[in-house]
Nanobody, 132 residues
Framework: QLQLVESGGGLVQPGGSLRLSCAVS????????IGWFLQAPGKEREGVSC????????NYADSVKGRFTISRDNAKNTVYLEMNSLKPEDTAVYYC?????????????????????????WGKGTVVTVSV
């Protein structure tokens, strides 16, 4: 069974840190670029960070550059998102998704005009709340 399962979300104070994990099963992680996306209440889904199949290429949204770091361990079938200096505006549901289209790079694009926003598989999300 193909699955992506996010974990590591929770409630944190502004300035705090969280580490999200995306554990995959049922497919070979190394065959996919992986992206992290967020969706805040009442807003569209947007890209946060992504990493290419080998990990050699990464992208970050401007809003998280310098604060978030994405990494992957293909042997453990897991992708991580280290989030530091968290702000209230980071509050959202965070999803990871697998992308078989991109090979040596990755994309933060969200395509609402395509099935599954243009990705192959999605997790169900983990909630991150940044508040005092």
């Amino acid at each position: 069974q193909l699955q992506l399962v996010e974990s590591g979300g929770g409630l944190v104070q502004p300035g705090g840190s969280l580490r999200l994990s995306c554990a995959v099963s049922g497919f070979t992680l190394g065959h996919y670029a992986i992206g992290w996306f967020l969706q805040a209440p009442g807003k569209e889904r947007e890209g946060v960070s992504c990493i290419s199949r080998s990990g050699g290429s990464t992208n970050y949204a401007d809003s998280v550059k310098g604060r978030f770091t994405i990494s992957r361990d293909n042997a453990k079938n897991t992708v991580y998102l280290e989030m530091n200096s968290l702000k209230p505006e980071d509050t959202a549901v965070y999803y990871c998704a697998a992308d078989s289209f991109h090979q040596s790079e990755c994309s933060l694009s969200v395509r609402p005009d395509l099935p599954y926003y243009g990705m192959d598989y999605w997790g169900k999300g983990t909630v991150v709340t940044v508040s005092v």
